[in-house]
């Protein structure tokens, strides 16, 4: 038996992932989502047939949404994520003692049902008491905040389907509101390589560039995700993210990470430069 | 063809595609694209299953001009779904359905009574078949600045001045979702022997929706123009006319015939027939749940503070007698923007398209299409728009949009007669040749045959400085006016 998970990232590249099993399959409200055993990349989850996570890899994607702001920011106590259902990131925040309190804001319950019994790698911290989980829209949720949370992670989905909502003005808008005056907003920014995810990319950076007034893009490499090359936004009301990371302050944290350094926190906002090139058209035009 | 009992559950045009698609007919007929061959980019475009339902008139497929076989049965079913005793497929836009109907009852120097607030359609009819205007003013609201429907008794007060008036017409709903008392209408003009017609180019959903306000055919009106396309889901372009037995259909037949295309498009015919199949069967469960989300954008739009996003509550028992709760309409004059200031912020800056705005108001069109996640879209844009651009000043906004016209000759005699043109600003006090509409929501603010008084030249002058977009006049810039030149 041949059995293959396959995405199509563009209509003329797809990569493969052989598969030993399913686990689930089900569809919610909002979309349809599949865990599979794999081989070569362990147990993996797809939301509407887009590789989400895999355990060999998502580690990657985890600490550096997480750390990389919390090691710019000197002292985070309110932490707002939106999307997540996975419960990666929370699993990385709830490493951090000073963090008082976290609200993660997933629009699917079942996501984190199926998480919670089928990857519990990262559906590992649920159970945290600082943690409050909200079951609704995340652009609805951010709408009525304001001057309340010291960091914003937006761990969405693609920007099309019910993630759509999150590669928006006014939900961008809606998070500078709702963070204080030296918040930090860090989003999945999508990849600069092929043409779609790179529009995407170059509209989503449009948009927070006119909503915030510091705004850098940093990458890392994901094996799973489309051409591997991947990008996150770092908005900011007041912190710069390489003026003012704080190297000693967090490795006295000792948080360990496999891909996280406060090296590569620098390293990373080096980006190439055909994507250099890419941020400052829109960049221009704002 | 109609032997055996027809139901809702068919939708007997759609059925005789595909049969048609099926039969692999080969065509030596237009139109010329033959199935999309001729026309590869155009196949490419619209998709493979598009083109090849692009077909003729023919035996099988029926004709539009004079329906025998499935048209006929497709305009049995909507009738029956629509209460009415007689329906047409109509495939030049609601705008054809309202001219039709008008053309059917009302003939050279004869009188309509109408409301100001009627649609360019209307005006176009009369232009067509000489009949004169008597318009009744519609209420205005005060602090919204819109029009509302018509007070029974203005238009009781129109029937005496004109007994001799043919018809009366009725919005319903007007743009902003509000209704006349059309019962009350409809009886007042049967028992001064004129007809009573409806403009329902928004109001398809009151056929099958709960708790929404009556529909013509069920209040006793003897015609209506019902927009398919709006609310009822169908291709842009498509419309049904509704008649009650009171009518006669072959006269409306050939009515609708002195203007209908001969070539009826089978996207358009079928698009028709699958609405009114999806109407008949699921509209109610749709509409309620159009209404549901209404009220929810409603109550979380009220809840950002400085918007008014009205609803039932404005109801008086008379100029707005009933409300459509699916219309999402809101004030924005408390945040000191125009509504067409906040019509142009969400779509320049939150990609959000809505239906119109005006000078205090703006309307969000939704429909059996809409998800919440849409809605938390533009009520998150919406508070944005309020943090970023409010104003604390709210004196540059023109609070009454309403302009009594004064009729001075007959539209179409003012359409065909000898004019000239004028600067704008000379043209107080002469009569006016032409059409002036702000668009949208595409109400006249002048039509021809009307007087130019300086409050209708100061409402034009302001309309454009806020963006609004002027249509109708020779000149597009409207920087000069045809007027009749005075003998």
């Not at chain 2, 078949?129 to 509302?148: H, K, M, Q, S, T």
Request: glycine share 6%; with cysteine; charged share 25%.
């Amino acid at each position: 038996m041949d059995f293959w998970f396959s995405e199509a990232h563009t209509p003329n590249v797809k990569l493969s992932i052989k598969v030993d099993r399913q686990l689930y399959s089900g569809k919610s409200e909002f979309q349809r989502i599949d865990v599979f055993d794999s081989p070569e990349f362990g147990r993996f989850l797809a939301l509407d047939g887009y590789m989400m996570l895999t355990e060999k890899d998502e580690f990657i994607y985890h600490e550096m949404i997480t750390h990389v702001p919390m090691a710019v920011h000197p002292n985070v106590k309110k932490v707002l994520v939106i999307g997540a259902g996975d419960g990666g990131v929370v699993r990385e925040l709830t490493q951090y003692h000073n963090i008082e309190h976290i609200d993660m804001v997933e629009i699917d319950p079942l996501v984190v049902e199926v998480c919670k019994k089928y990857l519990p790698k990262t559906a590992c911290r649920f159970h945290d008491e600082r943690l409050t989980i909200h079951y609704e829209d995340g652009l609805k949720f951010v709408r009525s905040r304001e001057n309340e949370y010291d960091l914003i992670i937006v761990d969405s989905t693609d920007p099309f389907g019910p993630g759509e909502g999150l590669f928006t003005r006014e939900f961008y808008g809606n998070c500078y509101k709702a963070l204080k005056e030296d918040g930090i907003m860090v989003n999945q920014h999508e990849s600069p390589f092929y043409d779609a995810d790179a529009t995407a990319m170059q509209r989503a950076h449009k948009r927070i560039v006119e909503s915030f007034p510091i705004s850098r893009v940093y990458q890392a490499h994901i094996p799973t995700y489309p051409s591997g090359h991947w990008l996150f936004g770092f908005a900011s009301k007041k912190y710069h993210p390489l003026k003012d990371l704080k190297e000693t302050a967090w490795n006295m944290y000792s948080i360990p990470c496999k891909y996280y350094t406060t090296t590569l926190h620098k390293g990373a906002f080096y980006l190439p430069a055909y994507v250099e090139e890419m941020l400052k058209d829109v960049e221009s035009e704002c | 063809m109609s032997m055996k009992k027809l139901t809702q559950e068919q939708a007997p045009i759609y059925e005789a595609l595909q049969r048609f698609r099926k039969m692999r007919v080969v065509p030596f007929d237009v139109p010329g694209h033959k199935r999309g061959r001729g026309n590869p980019e155009l196949a490419a475009l619209l998709g493979e299953t598009c083109v090849q339902m692009d077909v003729n008139s023919m035996k099988p497929l029926d004709n539009l001009c004079h329906p025998i076989s499935v048209i006929r049965d497709a305009e049995i079913l909507a009738a029956e779904a629509f209460g009415a005793a007689h329906a047409f497929l109509m495939v030049g836009g609601t705008t054809s359905a309202v001219q039709s109907m008008v053309l059917s009852v009302v003939a050279r120097g004869e009188k309509i009574i109408l409301p100001r607030n009627v649609h360019r359609s209307v005006m176009g009819a009369l232009v067509l078949c000489g009949a004169v205007p008597v318009y009744v003013n519609p209420a205005c609201d005060e602090r919204l600045g819109i029009p509302l429907g018509m007070s029974v008794k203005d238009v009781e007060k129109a029937i005496k001045e004109n007994p001799d008036a043919k018809a009366v017409l009725v919005n319903n709903p007007t743009y902003y979702g509000i209704c006349s008392d059309l019962r009350s209408i409809v009886k007042l003009a049967h028992d001064n022997n004129m007809l009573c017609l409806a403009d329902e180019a928004h109001g398809t959903h009151f056929y099958f929706g709960e708790n929404l306000p009556v529909s013509a055919m069920k209040a006793g009106a003897d015609m209506a123009a019902v927009s398919m396309h709006k609310s009822g889901g169908s291709l842009t372009q498509s419309s049904l006319l509704l008649a009650n037995k009171s009518m006669s259909e072959g006269h409306i037949r050939q009515i609708i015939n002195l203007t209908q295309t001969t070539s009826g498009s089978y996207l358009l015919l079928s698009s028709l027939d699958i609405s009114r199949r999806n109407l008949a069967l699921r509209g109610k469960e749709a509409f309620a749940r159009v209404s549901q989300l209404a009220d929810y954008a409603r109550n979380e739009i009220n809840a950002i503070g400085g918007y008014y996003a009205f609803s039932k509550e404005l109801i008086n028992g008379d100029s707005i007698y009933d409300f459509d709760t699916t219309k999402l309409s809101v004030n924005t004059l408390d945040i000191g923007l125009a509504g067409i200031e906040v019509y142009d912020l969400l779509r320049d800056e939150y990609d959000i398209q809505i239906e119109f705005g005006d000078l205090g108001n703006i309307l969000a069109y939704l429909s059996i299409g809409d998800r919440e996640r849409e809605i938390e879209r533009l009520v998150g844009a919406l508070a944005e728009v309020k943090r970023r651009f409010a104003k604390s000043d709210k004196t540059g906004l023109m609070e009454h949009e309403y302009i009594d016209p004064e009729v001075a000759v007959s539209p179409q005699e003012a359409f065909y007669a000898k004019h000239e043109s004028l600067p704008i600003e000379q043209t107080a006090g002469r009569v006016c040749s032409e059409f002036v509409m702000c668009y949208p929501p595409g109400i006249p603010i002048l039509t021809p045959g009307e007087k130019i008084t300086q409050p209708i030249l100061d409402y034009i002058k302001y309309a454009k400085e806020k963006g609004c977009s002027m249509t109708g006049p020779e000149d597009a810039q409207i920087e000069r006016l045809n007027v009749l030149k005075e003998v």
